[in-house]
């Protein structure tokens, strides 16, 4: 039997309901159960592939591609899902399914598809029930699939929001054709704390909780976000006009390590509530393992400083893999990370504020689509070749980190990538020929997890060690990419210190570049900092931070 909970969020968006997600998520592994989550986006986009990061945050990229089938004759590929799922997987240490994020145009499409075939001759479609059933099936379909022990929801965006409103309904539905004891409903809200009366309020949260109940939802557990733990007074004021007992109110406050916020609900007990209100057996939780990992990122004692130079900086959800990847890495290093957003448009306009990336002990150039700020990329690619600092390109990073090197080293004035200028006279990346003839932007990228072989005596297969794995080839990366770099160009570079480190299966894509320098640069095509998790960081995070922690020992010797 599968226990099935659901994650609303109230009062605003933002407040850490993937996170949450994750750290109940883990209460019931810490207790040998078998977890598996499920994002609900309320939006009409299919998937999140073609969304801003600025506007929706990073689009996750799942090893698994799936065929969505919504009717006969009729299917898509999805492997871009939403950036919940990376927190999902380095918090459950698991590989997760593009059918496991749920939109409503994937649920729209269904039903619309399916009443031109005829499916439902004779009846008027509704959102009720046509909409709400569909919802209801594609969860139960998760659970068929992955037969977890607990499988968790989250609904993402905000409770009073009219796009998500079917799916409360469904999930009010859901509840009631399922064992009470088979269900909970946990709702995260914001607990502001005005500095005018120095007090946190309840009555925002209240309003929300109000919200769910006129739907027909009561909420089992109150998850309180707020700057500082939550205090008596408002736990029990949200006890009370939530209708749940004080022990089902939690505190979920700022924290400096995120992955310790499971540990935090344990001290709550949270989890042993959880278990007794789902009828499962209260197991002693094994927290040590989780404990050590936390104590990883609690314990540096060093510092290492990394520039990110991007499009996207304006925020940080935009590039929240990269960041944790970096993350994983440094205090597997034994160093704290700081990093530093740089925003490549003003370097465009200003070539000086460039020099401000010396005082860094490695740049990390991030993916990216289109024009706009990619000659400041392209100039920071630059100046690490000349100045010789740790540089890791990722993705379009490592497209322009070529470009940097055709006309820094080459000489190649202009070459570009055609994404930037379709009329370069040096096209050093270009389409991958199985892309020029398509036209939908929607899931037709490359994508999903392919094999990478590494070069021999290349710094990248040494980076990757000499497990069985990498001896056999069967290193798979995930990739999201439709221009690679051209094999002639890379040909020219190879007799001016550049080195291919990685290809495809054929030969013919190139997935990785580095140059014969003193201290690491490189390029990889694919997204190493999908497949880093808190206790096992990315191969190519670690050695670009290794790198970088070198690079600071050089230069406090000069």
Known sequence: MVKYIFVTGGVMSGVGKGVTTASIGKLFQFRGYNVDAIKIDPYLNVDPGTLNPIEHGEVYITEEVWEFEPAEDFSLKISEIDQDFGTYERFLGKNMSPEQNITSGQVYLSVILKEREGKFLGRTTQIIPHITDEIKRRIRQVAKRKNPGILITEVGGTV???????????????????????????????????????????????????????????????VGRGEKPLTKEVLQKLSLFSNLPLE????????????????????????????????????????????????????????????????????????????????????????????????????????????????????????????????????????????????????????????????????????????????????????????????????????????????????????YGKSEVVERHEVIERFRHRYHIIPKYAE?????????????????????????????????????????????????YLAFIKEALRYQKSKNLQ
């Open 160 to 222: 009073g929001d009219i796009e998500a409103m079917p799916f409360l309904e469904a999930i009010r539905q859901f509840r009631i054709e399922e064992k009470k004891e088979d269900t909970i409903l946990i709702h995260v809200t914001y607990v502001p704390f005005l500095d005018t009366v120095q007090q946190q309020k309840s009555k925002p949260s209240q309003h929300s909780v109000r919200t769910l109940q006129g739907m027909g939802l009561q909420p089992d557990v109150i």
């Open 492 to 540: 020219m570079a190879e007799d001016a210190g550049l080195r291919v480190s990685a290809r495809d299966e054929t030969g013919k894509i190139i997935n990785a570049i580095e140059l014969n320098k003193d201290f690491l640069i490189m390029g990889v095509q694919f997204h190493p900092e999908f497949k880093s998790r808190p206790n096992l960081p990315s191969p190519v």
């Open 248 to 463: 089902a109110v939690i505190s979920n406050p700022d924290i400096d390590v995120v992955y310790e916020l499971p540990l935090f609900f344990e001290e709550q007990k949270l989890g042993d509530y959880l278990c007794r209100i789902s009828n499962l057996p209260i197991k002693e939780p094994k927290i040590d393992e989780w404990r050590s990992i936390v104590n990883l990122y609690k314990n540096t004692e060093e510092v290492v400083r990394i520039a990110v130079p991007g499009k996207y900086t304006q925020i940080v959800d935009s590039y929240i893999s990269i960041q944790e990847a970096l993350r994983h890495a440094s205090a597997c290093s034994g160093a704290k990370l700081e990093l530093c957003w740089v925003d490549t448009e003003p370097i465009e306009k200003d070539h000086r504020a460039i020099e401000n990336l010396k005082k860094f002990d490695g740049i990390l150039l991030t993916p990216g689509f289109g024009s706009r700020g990619t000659e400041g990329m392209i100039l920071t690619a630059e100046y690490a070749i000349k100045e010789e600092i740790p540089y890791l390109g990722i993705c379009f990073g490592c497209q322009l980190l070529f470009v940097a090197f055709c006309r820094s080293v080459l000489g190649l004035t202009g070459a570009n990538s055609t994404e930037i200028d379709s009329n370069t006279p040096y096209p050093v990346v270009d389409l991958l020929p199985e892309q020029r003839a398509i036209k939908a932007k929607g899931g037709t990228m490359r994508l999903g997890g392919h094999k990478i072989f590494l070069t021999e005596n290349s710094r990248l297969k040494e980076a």
